[in-house]
């Protein structure tokens, strides 16, 4: 008979290549380095080519990961999706688009565009955001305003100035008598605006205020602004920075109001779920928007399919079918999942290939342990404890032939920038290692452990003039996948590997046929 599956994955946990701010190896971790130096073990690849991303310069991130992971199959993601459809025009040629337009010209409104303004690729890409721009312009679009997230998550932690003059420069050079183009209003990105999973809520709220209702602090340029929060708060990053509007005679340049169209300009979904609601759900009461303006509203993905939200949406998602669960169901094989709210989608809805709720209700369990509300380097061992309980009491009940976890830390506490809290994060991961595999053995399962994608591995690194600085970017580095079995004989086979060939690696385990879509395992 085959043996039922364990698949941890370890958010944020790859193999350094650099050896700068390298917690993975700083930390004490002798139950991940005695697996390792035991077991069979490949190093799979997380970012580019590998998940969907348009060239190896793409960090991966745990959506696209979480996609690959559970499907078997590489699908344009994010970026490479939006670029091809821009490259075509086939974004223009939507039913979102002309409608965000003709509601422009309808009315003589504004266009306004909101997202992350970088080129981490993870959320966004500010060539996405130009793109637009101009061919806004060209459809006889006269005023625009832009709503700016700062970054320093995905890209460096103080970079927010490089994007904003990019973005100035493009602006001042389309601006003339028949076209009005403008930032707005902005806000670091983990301050306002882009929260998930319903977490914080006063996130958005923050966001709704700072955007539409120009409610902000007022300042006369995003430039001015940002410098002076650097000034009065030594050390602060991108991510932090609060909340600013765009004034001109102490009167925000561009507030969103009756009659405007609205385009956010992020790919991925997590991020743009909650702020999509408050401007496409009329019944709307998570907060009091104060005023709900008539607007035409549209995402530049449709960022949950089963919601159908938002409802407009300029670029199709991938279409991702015959995923490991869809498999599972199909063999009667029941199925146990579960993180903390930081990540329980990536191992519920991205996983499922962008599904959200279950394919059977019968065979799939699902379990969500509530994050604390706190920044993630306070508590960097945040909800693995429990999360190890929780799988500790599945192993034990033998109803479950697979059981997936997510334990958040390596990658939510890497990204606060702050090595020693990282350095603690992957402890707390260790600790639960050792307890599963304890149970594990006794229970008769096949542990596997893997990652999504590179972060805690590399949290320092060298600017162009040499000097190290503190990175909260995911990293471009492999990530483990070990095969934890001492009753069990596997060959790994020699090659490339990336995160689509674990859920083959996984059906072969289980002894199921993979569909013919699917990439082939890592074991002979």
């Known amino acids: 008979m085959t043996k039922p599956i364990l698949l941890v994955i370890m958010d944020g946990v790859g193999f350094s290549k650099t050896g700068l701010g390298d917690a993975v190896s700083l930390a004490n971790t002798p139950n991940l380095d005695h697996f390792l130096k035991t077991y069979p073990n490949v190093r799979l690849k997380a970012h580019g080519p590998a998940v969907g991303l348009p060239s190896d310069d793409d960090m991966g991130n745990s959506e696209v990961g979480h996609n690959a992971l559970g499907c078997g199959q590489i699908y344009s993601q994010g970026a490479k999706l939006v670029n091809e459809s ?27 565009f909101l997202g992350l303004l970088s080129d981490g690729n993870v959320h ?11 061919q806004a312009k060209l ?32 602006l001042n050079e389309l601006n003339d008598d028949s076209f009005d183009a403008k930032i707005a209003s902005g806000g670091g990105r983990m301050k306002i605006t882009m929260d998930r999973y319903q977490a914080n809520w006063k996130m958005v709220e923050d966001g709704w205020h700072t955007h539409v209702l120009g409610d902000a602090r007022h300042f006369s340029s995003t430039s001015e602004a940002i410098e002076t929060f650097r000034k009065e708060v030594e050390g602060i990053i991108d991510q932090d920075l609060p909340s600013f509007v765009i004034c001109e005679n102490d009167q925000p340049v561009g507030k969103i109001v009756d009659g405007d169209s609205v385009i956010l300009f992020n790919f991925r979904g997590d991020r743009a779920i909650e702020i999509s ?21 549209a995402g530049l993905l449709q960022y949950d399919g089963d919601l159908k939200l938002p409802a ?92 997936r976890l997510n334990y958040p830390n390596g990658d939510m506490v890497g990204h606060t920038g702050s090595l020693d809290a990282t350095i603690c994060a992957m402890e707390a991961v260790d600790l639960g290692l050792a307890r599963l595999w304890k149970v ?59 995160l689509a060939n674990v859920a083959p690696t996984v059906a072969k385990l289980l002894d199921l046929e993979a569909p013919e879509s699917w990439l082939e395992a890592v074991i002979k």
């Open 86 to 112: 821009i490259v075509s025009g086939k974004i223009y040629q939507s039913q979102a688009w002309q409608d965000e337009i003709n509601n422009v010209h309808a009315h003589n409104s504004t266009l306004h």
């Open 440 to 498: 594990a053995k006794q229970e008769g399962y096949t542990m596997l452990i893997t990652a999504d994608h590179g972060n805690a591995d590399e949290m320092l690194e060298k600017n162009k003039k040499g000097v190290v600085q503190v990175r909260t970017a995911h990293s471009l580095n492999p990530v483990p996948f070990i095969i934890v079995d001492d009753d069990i004989n596997v060959e790994m086979k020699e090659g490339e590997f990336g």
């Open 312 to 403: 407009r949406f300029l670029v199709n998602p991938p279409e991702i079918r015959h995923t490991l669960t869809e498999l599972c169901v199909a063999n009667n094989i029941n199925e146990f999942a579960i993180s903390e709210t930081q990540k329980y989608g990536h191992v519920t809805y991205f996983w499922n290939g962008n599904k959200s709720g279950k394919f059977s209700e019968e065979l799939e369990t699902y379990v969500e342990i509530p994050s604390d509300n706190v920044s993630f380097d306070e508590r960097p061992w945040m909800k693995s404890a429990e999360i190890t309980d929780k799988v500790i009491e599945a192993m034990e009940t033998h109803k479950y032939q697979f059981i």
């Open 124 to 134: 966004s890409n500010i060539s996405h955001l130009i793109a637009m721009i101009k």
């Open 139 to 170: 459809e006889g679009v006269k005023k625009v305003r832009v709503h700016v997230l700062l970054d320093g998550r995905d890209v460096p932690a103080t970079s927010a100035l490089v994007y904003v003059n990019q973005l100035e420069t493009v």
């Open 277 to 297: 609601m408050a401007f496409d759900y009329q019944d709307f009461d998570k907060f009091d928007r104060v005023i709900y303006p008539n607007v035409c509203y």
